[in-house]
Each structure stands twice: as structure tokens, then as C-alpha cells.
């Protein structure tokens, strides 16, 4: 009962960590401190938003949630903050459940349009920073949903959780 009682009380930190552990597991070459942390703050926000909440953006449950919330509404296109959260939406559907979206749609479509998406975040940026991070993301966007697949592949065919550390452990 104890590890399901520290399992709930996992903190974005804490989520943060494991999927930047994770991330860094399935990179077969350098990367980008900042993109890592970037992504990994991808996972764990998404990883901590109900697809039912009522008090902010609900994660989106498939890849038609995206389309019709961003594809369909392009009164939004130049909210930059909007435009984040579309890349972030496209990357994590078609990357890290792309498993499960692959038989219903089409991959390749959403990382180009999600490449798009991020973009379109960057041009509308108020930091220089912000503006050029979301301009690599738009860059290697295919790169890390290739990541992002890699690694929800990985944990979906093993059996993890969170444990006291910042990393995956394996559940006995």
C-alpha cells in the first residue's frame, strides 16, 4: 500500500526526472541538455493533466482532439502559446503513443504538421530564448517523436514505475 501511496504523490519534478532518465536511455547520440528537458517537461506535464480536466487545456485523448481543436480552428494560429501547445500535442500522439495512433492516422502528416505548429510558436515568441528553442523543436521535430516513440515502446513493453529515485525501476 505504501508504493501505491508514494506513486500517487509523484511531483512534477519527480516526473520530470523520470522522463528526462528515460529520454536520455533511448538518444543514440548527444543531445541538447535544454531539448531534453524540454521534452521530458513535454511527458511529465502531459503525464499529469487529466484528458477530463476543466480548469486548463486537457491532454488530448487521440490525434482527432488535435485535429479538430487546431486543424479545424485556425483562429488560433497566431497564438503563440497556442501553437506551443499544438507541436507539444502532435509529439506527444504521434511519438510517444504512436503505437496506438498509427492504425487510425497518418504519422507522418501530424509530425509535419506538428513541426509546423512549433513553427509557428517560434515566430510569435516573446524571448529570443523561447523563440529559438521552438525553432530547433521545429527543426528535429521528427527526431525526438522518433525519441518519444522509442521510449513509450520501451516502457509499455516492461513493467515500470516510479520509484524514490529519479529514474525507472523496475516493478517486482
Request: net charge negative.
Amino acid at each position: 500500500m505504501e508504493s501505491l501511496r508514494a506513486l500517487l504523490a509523484i511531483d512534477h519534478r519527480r516526473a520530470l526526472e523520470f522522463f528526462a532518465s528515460g529520454l536520455r536511455d533511448v538518444c543514440d547520440t548527444e543531445v541538447n541538455e535544454q531539448e531534453l528537458l524540454y521534452n521530458a517537461s513535454v511527458l511529465a506535464h502531459y503525464a499529469q493533466v487529466s484528458t477530463q480536466t476543466p480548469i486548463e487545456l486537457p491532454t488530448p485523448s487521440s490525434l482527432v482532439d488535435v485535429f479538430d481543436h487546431f486543424v479545424c480552428g485556425t483562429v488560433l494560429y497566431h497564438d503563440s502559446e497556442m501553437m506551443e501547445i499544438a507541436g507539444t500535442q502532435c509529439l506527444l500522439l504521434s511519438g510517444f503513443f504512436e503505437t496506438q495512433m498509427r492504425g487510425r492516422h497518418n504519422i507522418r502528416w501530424y509530425s509535419e504538421l506538428g513541426a509546423g505548429y512549433f513553427s509557428r510558436a517560434a515566430a510569435g515568441a516573446k524571448s529570443t530564448p523561447k523563440s529559438r528553442l521552438l525553432e530547433t523543436m521545429a527543426r528535429r521535430f521528427e527526431q525526438w517523436r522518433q525519441r518519444h516513440s522509442r521510449l513509450g515502446r520501451e516502457l509499455r513493453d516492461q513493467s515500470y514505475i516510479l520509484d524514490g529515485g529519479s529514474g525507472p525501476s523496475r516493478s517486482v
